[in-house]
């Protein structure tokens, strides 16, 4: 049983804020004491007044009474929208600043990752700035030079070791920046969002590293990100909080469900009922959009609901001010990230859809849906491409819901399956001799 | 290939596998373990100011030399030709340069002290470390600049063909104090200046006055005597009386009265600071 590493009880962290400031947003000495005499003449003038002049502060509970536990060993995700408090939460247990009640019990060494980069100085070398980061993150100077060589074919800077880091490209920067932490070796390593810089190589490397320090190394991983994908590869477990308070543990999968939940401004739409779209947020010039939508796999058994491998049948209405023939009509399914997964346009049937002026019910199939079981969002399209007209275009009009009806399977259901299914068969060959 | 001096450094990780509390007002015994643990980033941080000040500079170091060597031609021209105050039997260059060395230490080290939170303040509010480092580095960094001036005090002795007298061993006591007296002020100015942006401006006025007031163009002996306990509230008149007796001889008799006066004030704003320093270090990150 692995002992426990970092121990919180009852934290909690207060700031004042205090809407006393003066223009340029910083406290001077003049304001305070133009406050106290003010405060003094006020109790001369009118004894006895309570004056609320001490009401222009207001306490702001970044942490309120927050407890965990976590083991030695383990990767833990940190979920939460801006200002959850999940940097707090960092910088009280990096020592940066300190609790306002409760306590924090840390074994081992804490290597806090707020950004990457502290204390580069753009007049340095980056060899220079390599020693100079190293150390103020910790590192004593054997350490550094131990892994120097490491350090620079991580970042691939090798050439430009020499040269003062202001002249570094950003990207280059940044890959050195996360070099020099990626190599600190704590028994507690914390990151906060720090992979949201640099490119798409950039990102794999560092992700890459932070698995490796993870997985092999044994150490206790902390990870706070927005990347919902990182979250879920890094850290089986997460902690959600929201608005200063701890509202969650578990499983990263389910926290991240729940989250979604939390944040998205759909709602979700049941199948066989007309859905009223006439507001939902769209562009186009509108002559013909669509005012509702009616969507159901048509089979009893799951209650119409969508299934992967099954139907799906959407009944739309639309309203145009005039006769018109339409080329692209189309039913458009989104995943939570936003990429575009199906794409069902008439355009490619090469079929013309004819709308009379008024109401219009127009029956589009999908069949079979290729999709595994999730939410996912719809969007619909109305346009002539040919004269450049779009007369209806809806992003997201809301979500639906693709369950798993289970009969096309056998076994049972991996994790971490992906959104798309097809079909598949496997056999295994004979070996005549060797293989190509 | 430029050889890159790196100071020597020690291991800074012990095992430190002993449970660590962080708890509200808590910081206190751990602070000073941790001063300890994290003794490098002094060097470190001072290397680094240092290096950054000479990089892309044509003379580089030169710099420390030419600017005191510079005032002591003007206050040597002010107040020794023109002016014509007495010089107490030596060359007046060397009466003014071994003022000049204490005042330029504690000139500096007063600037670069208030100021070195607020420069800082990128490492303060994404890093730990006890905060004391900074402001103590930028003092240790106008230190190194003293010890390059004194070559300058070197050459002029040897110019002059002045050979100082046994009492320089004593040198090492006044630069403590001076040292002292720089960090005392030092922290105090800095810690007020985290949370009220004005007393940044009160430094160059403390520093350009100082200059006239403390006995750095001429001799505090030209003082009147009634008048010489009262002076001696500006902490540097000790500072620099000592060094003057030190380097120059007897002749600069310390006025004794003024002098420990001058260093219990010196002692008290430096215990004082560090109190105030750590009062408020826990709102520095919140604050900065």
Redesign the interface.
Known sequence: MPDTIIQIDNLSKKYVINHQYSESGYRTFRDFIGEGVKGLSQQLLKPGQRKSFRSEREDFWALKDVSLEIKQGERIGIIGRNGAGKSTLLKLLSRITEPTTGRISIKGRVSCLLEVGTGFHPELTGRENIYLNGAILGMSRAEIKRKFDEIVAFAEVERFLDTPVKHYSSGMYVRLAFAVAAHLEPEVLIVDEVLAVGDVEFQRKCFGKMQDIADNQGRTVLFVSHNMDALQRLCPQSFMFERGRLIDSGSTTRLIAQYRCMTSNNQQALPLKWIDISGVNRSGTREAHFTAVKYGSLNQTVESLPYSGGELHFLLEINSDAARSVQSLAVVLFDQNGTKLINADTLSLGQVTVLQQGCNLVELKIEPLYLNPGIYVLGLWLANPQVDVVFDHIESAFEIEVIDNGTERLGAKPDFDGLVMCPFKVKTQERVGKLL | ??K?V????????TA??????????R?EKQYWKDLWLYR??FY?LAW?DI??RY??TAIGLAWALIRPFLTMIVFTVVFGAIANLPSGGVPYPLLVFSAMLPWQFFANALSECSNSLISNS????????PRLIVPASAVIVSFVDFLISGMILLGLMAWYNFVPSWRIVTLPIFILVAFAAAMGVGLWLAA?NV?????RYIVPFIVQFGLYISPVGFSSSVVPQQWRLLYSLNPMVGVIDGFRWAILGDEFAIYLPGFFLSVGLVFLVFITGIWYFRKVE?RF??VI
């Open positions: 290939m430029r890159v790196i100071p020597e450094v020690k291991d800074m990780r430190d596998q002993a449970n660590l509390i962080i708890e509200a007002g910081a490098e980033l470190f680094r290096l950054v990089k892309q990128n490492l303060i509010s994404k890093v730990y470390f007020l949370e009220y942006r004005d007393f826990r990150a919140d």
